[in-house]
């Protein structure tokens, strides 16, 4: 009688990130330019090399002009995103909880959404001066509005069938609101803090356009108008390792805060 | 403190729901609610436990609520509803923080529903590391923790595997036998139904009305699996709601 | 002593203040100055509308008349002039462009003339050129100065009018070519003026007139040591010295020297404004649709500061 | 004996959006507006009277500039936003599917993502010309990161029990993507669709700083350098609503392809 | 076509969840796999149907697979499976389209499907319209599309309310009786497997292994609920499980 071994016909479909691999491709990547810039075949017109780029970014730390650039736009990040995310998750969470605000606010951010921010920036140094002020307001509206949209959708996310058990014991609203809302909400704020910060770091070189003499904004706002790619990438190589990092203590958060996810 | 249901009609949209149910729910009994999917069991449930607002008709209580009743009409819901970020001691915490008890006290109501409910070991344990079986047993440790006067069940175990059903039956039947609670227990399964339930509710398709109050006479402690009166009451609730099931389930959904 | 913020770009076209401050006739007139630098002229305007800064000076732009219409930015006065024999703005082309044949401002015809924005005095200039020559261009706003050195280097944009010390820079290391001067198209053109907000043009007048003062004994020194060269030499390096503080101050001396005097364009005396050409600019952005047809001159001129040329 | 009907505890935390009221809010906050602009304690430097703005935009429709400002922008968002949408698509989707490529590129767009599309305008401007070309290139980037993002979490996020029965009836691996891995992506590609239609709109003003006449983001600049508010307002107006009518068109899209969804 | 499992054994990670199992599965006979949560019954059954890989022991088919069977080893989940997007005759169609079938054949196979398993009013219904029930059947339909030589069943009915249960039991009863197939069927109710099963092979706790394989006489369309026998059986499953099961749900998960 023939006897076969059942066939294996599982598996697959599930890509897993391996660790390291990321940094191998990057060197390949960083090697090939620096090779293509040596070598010729890569104008130095199209990229930098980046042995430059990495011997401007030396030179910048040295100096101490990276902290002279890095301190004012941490600060108006800080400060702006600390704003902007404060009241937008607490419009968020307003408009998560009752139908009027709801109503009212929604389609305003929905209009708000697309709105290029560099389009208000005159407009702000007229509301908040060319200082700080219009740095900081400027931030705060671009992380407002994302926060808010992922706040107020992680509000009608929170499991309804936890409020009605919370109903049902007799548990006053703002109970509920503090002990159920918000902790159940707090993945999707989280998550929704990611891009918001994503975005205020973004809008740092916008925020730096105007009036703005130190700041990672200005240092590249000014590299890429003398075409100088050296700059222009170390500027952009610290804000994306700042968006590296932000990502990360954002990871770090919700392990701390969600504990109970596992 | 009995309950008494009054002509508790309800529609949603254009849809009724539920149709002119009198019922009575007298106290220290089980009544078990039967009948096809999509009736509106839960619905009632609801209503009984003034979670949703019959269209017409009204739910009484009848005679005082006993003393030191936190909560009278309490609910043990089909999915738990513990908070994934509260442990088991927070889980049921929780409910007494709004009444206003002192700190010793309601550390004392935990320890003792743990006890209970056996769940002593695992007080600090978070939902995620429970099987279904125990969150259910949370659940129900959290609705005794309130000394509820009547105790409302959504399908409390059909979450739960066949055989965690059965351990948690037993479970069930312990608790009440220990202190007699009034209860309204909602279920598709008769087996459940002929071994917790005092009286049984069958409820027709929907609209949904009471088309027969069964009693059972024999005390819950001493029934069995496979005792014959019981089979045999299985089969009869079975016959009789057998055509409604089939008819219930072959309905198509949102068309 | 009265403090205020005076807005400028670090050009050798803003000396005049850099000059009042540094030798003190600031001071003599109880002015506590504090400069305030900006990379372009436009946000110079809306930092005197908002109230960050008090006096500044700068082209004539479509910004500044809105600002001005709207009530808050008034012109006081006239700073950098055009004037035939002193070396002026020049007209570049970049070095494709005049290998294609650009070689005189007359070739200019369905080419890409850079702006920094729409309404600014580059655009300005652009169509003067045009108009004289008879041509029709091509504008791309850049932005930024910078942007436009960028492109211009590598052939996006194929001209662009800028103040000479920057041009002979560019030219001088081969980057482009120098194909014209200004001047000839628009002679006695008043480049940049003197403004301050609307209120303190009203309320502040003896602030305002003691600034005014004091800038133009600055402009005196500056003419006389880099324009007009009476100062004899070492009155030039000294002026020269002083600028270089504020004015490519992160190039070593040697280097920004030469761009330094290059740049040198007559400060108008006493701050004096050329009625005519700021009649003129308005018309120009009257006729693109830039600003309202309603606005004149007082809008935007408060002239009973300095005197009118 | 005591008798007492049995209070209703349940409802509430459902807010709805009332059809209207937003509206309303936004019909009353042009008239407060127009009122405070009118009466004067808005002074006409912070904010532009709404009628004259309605004034401007029934001037740009009249006038037919609407259109031609209007015309290119669309034109550059639509070619840079379906060159940054498909290849997006087509690599999350790949990175999806296969391990390789998701080590290698996640971090690579991880570190893309909080990298200003702006600052790289003058690079862009070197490598595709003045003119479309790096038009196109920064829409296309801008909104090829998130769509690589959302999409390749919508292929995480197709249930795997309905791949391992695909497997489990001998589905060729084609058959499994095509039928079973693309369609349950869909809804997940759409919604990140939105997100990546809006950054490609409020990227056009980025993309038209550099050497673009005409444009609804050149005119924006045009008006803020300018400080003609009505203008600047007038164009933001048209940005808002060609980013509600996106909008719109994905939530016609979703209706058309979801129907399964119900 | 049977199928002969030989020392089964598998680990994920260091937690030895299968230890050297071997069973036996004639060709026509239903055999139904007990055992408390976490034994590792799905694992099981995942390998025997080659979707996971056993660290050691092989699966064998023993025998040729019948003529037009399109898929020899052939799956029905718990959670039934079906594509959202494609309606009941799509999902059927979906696991046809591979085989180079005529489209006239895969029709054919489809009304033929539909009407054993009572589906035809429903072959344009999207799966969000149908109950559990019917979505199962449907599930079922599409199983028995690709003519299985053996039916791999995850507890099929454990998602399903408990009359459902009853009338999809009666189902799968009715099928067998009209075509005999050779099936294996995994749950936690023994109810079920008393019923379905000829016979029942009960595993022990995590790592499982068999403990017993008890054979049931009876036929399958001669089983009654209530019949004295099988309930003795199924007490007797009971009793040999529910320490077991008790341990099961009390254990902690990713402790
Ligand atoms: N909030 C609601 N809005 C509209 N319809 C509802 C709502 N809640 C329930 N229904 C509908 O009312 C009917 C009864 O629902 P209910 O949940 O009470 O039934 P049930 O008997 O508990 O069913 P099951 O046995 O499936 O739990 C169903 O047809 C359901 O679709
Ligand atoms: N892919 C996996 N990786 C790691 N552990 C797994 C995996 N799949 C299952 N397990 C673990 O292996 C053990 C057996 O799982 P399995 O699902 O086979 O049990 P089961 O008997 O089907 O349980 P249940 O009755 O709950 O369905 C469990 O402890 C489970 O947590
Ligand atoms: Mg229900
Ligand atoms: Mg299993």
């Known amino acids: ?262 | 403190m009995d309950l008494s249901l009054n002509k508790i009609t309800h529609r949603y949209g254009d849809m009724l729901v539920l149709d002119e149910i009198s019922l009575n729910i007298p106290d220290g009994e089980i009544l078990c609610v039967i009948g096809p999917s999509g009736c509106g069991k839960s619905t009632l449930l609801r209503m009984i436990g003034g979670l949703e607002r019959p269209d017409q008709g009204q739910v009484t209580q009848v005679g005082e609520v006993p003393q030191g009743c936190l909560n009278p009409l309490t609910f043990v819901f089909q999915d738990f509803a513990l908070l994934p970020w509260r442990t088991v001691a927070g889980n049921i915490s929780l409910v007494l923080e709004d009444h206003g008890l002192k700190g010793g006290e309601i550390d004392r109501i935990i320890t003792d529903v743990l006890v209970r409910t056996k769940l002593s070991d695992f007080s600090d344990a978070l939902p995620r590391q429970l099987s279904g079986g125990m969150k259910q047993r949370v659940a129900i440790a959290r609705a005794l923790a309130v000394n509820p006067a009547v105790m409302l069940l959504d399908e409390p175990l059909s979450a739960l595997d066949a055989q965690t059903r059965e351990l948690l039956m037993d479970d069930l039947v312990g608790l009440w036998a220990r202190q007699p609670f009034t209860g309204v227990y909602v279920t598709h399964n008769l087996a459940e139904a002929v071994r917790l339930g005092h009286r049984i509710a069958v409820l027709s398709r929907r609209p949904g009305c009471i088309r027969e109050v069964i009693e059972i006479d024999r005390p819950l402690t001493e029934r069995r699996t496979g005792d014959p009166e019981l089979e045999a009451l299985q089969k009869r609730l079975w016959d009789l709601m057998r055509e409604e099931a089939l008819a219930a389930d072959q309905e198509l959904l949102n068309v | 002593n009265e403090k205020m913020t005076v807005g400028a770009l670090r050009f050798t076209s803003h000396a005049a203040s850099f000059v009042a401050f540094e030798r003190g006739y600031f001071a003599a007139e109880g002015l506590d100055v504090e400069f305030k630098f900006f990379q372009a002229a436009q946000p110079m305007a809306v930092a005197i509308a908002s109230g960050d800064a008090d006096y500044a000076v700068t082209a004539i732009s479509g910004g500044l008349v809105s600002l001005a219409e709207k009530g808050a930015t008034k012109v006081i006065g006239g700073a950098l002039s055009e004037e035939k024999g002193i070396d002026g703005q020049k007209i570049l082309a970049s070095n494709a462009a005049f290998e294609a044949g650009l070689t005189s401002p007359a070739a200019l015809a369905g080419k890409n003339f850079a702006v920094t924005q729409v309404g600014s005095s580059f655009h300005y200039m652009g169509a003067k050129i045009a108009e004289a020559e008879g041509v029709a261009v091509k504008y791309k706003p850049l932005q930024k100065v910078g942007a436009i050195i960028g492109a211009l280097k590598s052939g996006q944009v194929d001209a662009w009018s800028i103040v000479p010390h920057i041009a002979k820079g560019l030219a001088g290391a081969g980057a482009v070519q120098i194909i014209g001067n200004v001047a000839d198209y628009i002679p006695n053109y008043q480049v940049t003026t003197v403004f301050t907000s609307a209120a303190n043009a009203a309320n502040e007048r003896a602030k305002t007139e003691a600034f005014l003062r004091a800038f133009s004994k600055g402009a005196d020194d500056f003419n006389a040591a880099l324009v007009d060269k009476t100062a004899g030499d070492d009155g030039a390096t000294e002026m020269v010295k002083l600028i270089h503080k504020y004015v490519y101050a992160d190039r070593p001396y040697e280097k920004a020297e030469k761009s330094i005097r290059n740049g040198a364009m007559r400060i108008n005396k006493n701050a004096g404004l050329n009625m005519e050409s700021v009649q003129d600019q308005l018309g120009w952005m009257k006729s693109e649709g830039l600003i309202k047809d309603s606005i004149t001159s007082d809008v935007l001129v408060d002239p009973s500061y300095a005197p009118v040329i």
């Open chain 1, 1 to 262: 009688m023939s006897e076969k071994l059942v066939r294996f016909r599982g598996g697959g479909f599930r890509p897993e990130a391996k660790r390291g691999a990321g940094l191998v491709v990057f060197v390949v990547l960083l090697l090939v330019i620096e090779w293509g810039t040596r070598a010729g075949w890569i104008s130095n017109l199209t990229l930098p090399r980046p042995s430059d780029v990495g011997a401007t970014l030396a030179g910048l730390a040295q100096s101490g002009m990276l902290w002279t650039h890095l301190v004012p736009s941490l600060t108006r990040l800080v400060v702006g995103a600390a704003l902007g995310i404060s009241v937008g998750i607490g419009v968020g969470v307003m408009i998560g909880l009752f139908s009027y605000v709801r109503a009212g606010l929604v389609p305003l951010v929905a209009a708000m959404f697309p709105i290029p921010k560099i389009a208000l920036l005159p407009l702000f140094v007229i509301w908040f001066g060319i200082d700080e002020g219009s740095k900081y307001a400027l931030i705060a509206l671009g992380t407002f509005t994302p926060t808010v949209v992922s706040t107020y959708g992680a509000v009608d996310n929170v499991d309804r069938g936890l409020i009605r058990m919370g109903q049902s014991f007799n548990l006053r609203w703002w109970s509920i609101v503090r002990k159920i809302v918000l902790p159940g909400a707090l993945p999707g704020i989280l998550s929704g803090l990611r891009v918001s910060l994503a975005i205020g770091i973004i809008l740092l070189v916008a925020a730096e356009m105007l009036g703005a003499e130190y700041g990672i904004g200005a240092y590249i706002l000014q590299a890429g108008s003398l075409y100088d790619l050296e700059r222009l990438f170390a500027g952009v190589v610290v804000l994306s390792a700042l968006g590296v990092l932000i990502s990360w203590i954002v990871g770090q958060m919700e392990k701390r805060l969600l504990v109970w996810r596992g």
